[in-house]
């Protein structure tokens, strides 16, 4: 059974940092993409950032030098660490594997100005 469990989001000032950490299990980690996303109250949900199976990341442009996505396989866990934060990164973060489409619970970070 595929699991993804999320952690690390609060509440933070603006301009300060945040790491989120996804847990995976239930699946050869080290195989698959991951991807994280947000919603934030009244949006869509939205692709923040993913990482390959080669370690290559990719990041929307709304984060773009301020967030950065990585892996350890043999942790079974992706991170995202989220510097300069804005107001506007408020929401519920949640980590994916696509190619099971699991999601996990989410955490939720508050940004405050």
């Known amino acids: 059974q595929v699991q993804l469990v999320e952690s690390g989001g609060g509440l933070v000032q603006a301009g300060g940092s945040l790491r989120l950490s996804c847990v995976t299990s239930g699946v050869i980690f080290s195989v698959y993409t991951l991807d994280w996303h947000r919603q934030a109250p009244g949006k869509q949900r939205e692709l923040v950032a993913s990482?390959?199976?080669?370690?290559?990341?990719m990041y929307a442009d709304s984060v773009k030098g301020r967030f950065t996505i990585s892996r350890d396989n043999a942790k079974n866990t992706a991170y995202l660490q989220m510097s300069s934060l804005k107001p506007e990164d408020t929401a519920v973060y949640y980590c994916?594997?696509?190619?099971?489409?699991?999601w996990g619970q989410g955490t939720q970070v508050t940004v405050s100005s």
């Open positions: 994916r594997l696509p190619r099971h489409n699991k």
């Open positions: 990482i390959n199976n080669a370690g290559d990341p």
